[in-house]
């Protein structure tokens, strides 16, 4: 898996849909300005139109600083969320181990 890139500025949630069968992803976050953000994964088919249950990553909720984490695979998506602010936050998903994304 490439690594893939989203952005969103403001309060506001974003999908970020991935493949499945990556052993482990790498998740970056880098903020710019002021933004309160939560990056949550989920294991349905969003794509397929399966309903989501998103689950948020602890190493990852209510960031406001540039950071990182290492999340298992089996996940189909990432879901990023700004609940407060109006800075951007861009977060960038690879695979841990090198693979394509």
Not at 4 to 18: A, F, I, R, Y
Not at 38 to 48: E, F, I
Not at 56 to 75: E, M, Q
Not at 76 to 89: D, H, K, M, R
């Amino acid at each position: 898996m490439r690594p893939k890139s989203v952005s969103l500025t403001g309060v506001g949630t974003l999908v970020l849909p991935v493949d499945s069968y990556v052993e482990g992803y790498l998740v970056t976050l880098d903020v710019t300005g002021t933004a309160t953000c939560t990056v949550s994964l989920t294991n349905k088919k969003v794509l397929a139109g399966e309903t989501a249950a998103w689950f948020a990553i602890s190493d990852l909720a209510n960031k406001a600083a540039d950071t990182y984490a290492f999340v298992p695979g089996g996940v189909t998506a990432f879901q990023l969320e700004i609940s407060a602010g109006t800075g951007t936050v861009e977060m960038t998903v690879s695979c841990a181990k090198g693979e394509p994304v």
